[in-house]
T-cell receptor, first 117, second 115 residues
């Protein structure tokens, strides 16, 4: 079945450092890919998405490119801020519900990011 | 501000109590979800409603009972819970289900503690 693998955290960076959180997936066909962010004490917010190969999703300075050849959707930001401290979840919905557990959103394990001043 | 509203924000209940969690959205979405989340783990799907009909029940114990009175509202009725049910309960909605191109919008959750 479809699955998502994220790099393990926690990740600790200094303010203004470059961020990469790796995400790779296994899926049949062409899934839609998402990054969700969860700030402390809150629910999940959609950060960005990409629905076809070579699409680049971007929001709030974060970017991720849908790479079919490497089955990856790595999250990047050029200069992180303390306010970016959160847990980041990579996720997918499969193109074919029959292979994707009925069309559910499949999450990675999450990566906790801590940014120090 | 989230477009999915959940009440209450916090709930403490004993193992013999009956309580309900409520969720509301006004985005015209026709799919609504309940998730359970333990600390720093991904959300675990519990139920999916599509066009007000239960579409998925992830083998959730009967002490959790979902209800979808209309397309904007979703309830989760709780009865005889166990301490291990303590968690953050998240409601979400999406335009459709299955929704290949339809991202989920989450509420801020209800923090439930079972004593």
């Amino acid at each position: 079945g479809d699955s998502v693998t994220q790099m393990e955290g926690p990740v600790t960076l200094s303010e203004e450092a470059f961020l990469t959180i790796n995400c790779t997936y296994t899926a049949t066909g062409y899934p839609s890919l998402f990054w969700y962010v969860q700030y402390p004490g809150e629910g999940l917010q959609l950060l960005l998405k990409a629905t076809k190969a070579d699409d680049k999703g971007s929001n709030k300075g974060f970017e991720a490119t849908y790479r079919k050849e490497t089955t990856s959707f790595h999250l990047e930001k050029g200069s992180v801020q303390v306010s970016d401290s959160a847990v980041y979840f990579c996720a997918l919905t499969g193109a074919f519900a029959i292979y994707n557990q009925g069309g559910k959103l499949i999450f990675g394990q999450g990566t906790e990011l801590s940014v120090k001043p | 501000d989230t477009e999915v509203t959940q009440t209450p924000k916090h709930l403490v209940m004993g193992m013999t109590n009956k309580k309900s969690l409520k969720c509301e959205q006004h985005m015209g979405h026709r799919a609504m979800y309940w998730y359970k989340q333990k600390a720093k783990k991904p959300p675990e799907l519990m139920f999916v409603y599509s066009y007000e009909k239960l579409s998925i029940n992830e083998s959730v114990p009967s002490r959790f009972s979902p209800e979808c009175p209309n397309s904007s509202l979703l309830n989760l009725h709780l009865h005889a819970l166990q301490p291990e049910d303590s968690a953050l309960y998240l409601c979400a909605s999406s335009r459709t289900f299955p929704g290949h191109f339809s991202p989920l919008h989450f509420g801020n959750g209800t923090r439930l503690t079972v004593t």
